[in-house]
């Protein structure tokens, strides 16, 4: 006996392929936008950002004036008594633009990212010209990972996760933390300039 398919069972069927189809497109969609969604924008009002730039959260001196390359909020921190000058990537989009682009960066100079709280962190050196320290550090000061980043030439840039988590993120040119004496599980002692 020879069995006949019904042509509206096959629609029912091709549509329900392309319902499964949409559905995991949309579900990966989802996963793919999820983490920028869920990012949260450092705000003026936000009661850690403007304690930051009140009190320095006792870190950075904020308030020591913009930069004029970027012009973001500058401020001054010192490790091991040498001070050095730090943009403050403080919302998403400084955070995403961060060192990219720049073909130089004085050597005691640096940008600080800070987030608004305690996370795994991770770096990619995406757009990014110049080598660079990557320094993760936790919300009391204390180094958690230090990784040396060379710039990415290709457009799969590999990223670079932190081994803890943390707070605050330092970039410095490459090479920095070595002459600054910085290592993991250093307490960076912040002072006021």
Known sequence: MERVLDPLKQRVSRWEHIHIALYFILLLLFFQLLPSAMATEVRRDNPDLRHFLEQGAGIVKPGFGFSPQ????EGEMRIHETPIIVELALDSRAQAEGLMHRESMPEERGMLFLF????FLSFWMKNTLIPLDIIYIA?????????????CRTSR????PAKAPGKYV???????????GLKVGDNISWQWR
């Open 157 to 160: 840039c590999p990223s670079y």
């Open 70 to 73: 970027s012009g973001l909020r």
């Open 170 to 180: 330092l970039e410095l040119n490459k090479g920095m933390a070595e002459k600054l």
């Open 139 to 151: 919300e009391d000061g204390e180094v958690v990972d230090i990784v040396q980043a060379e710039p």
């Open 116 to 119: 608004p709280q305690t996370q």
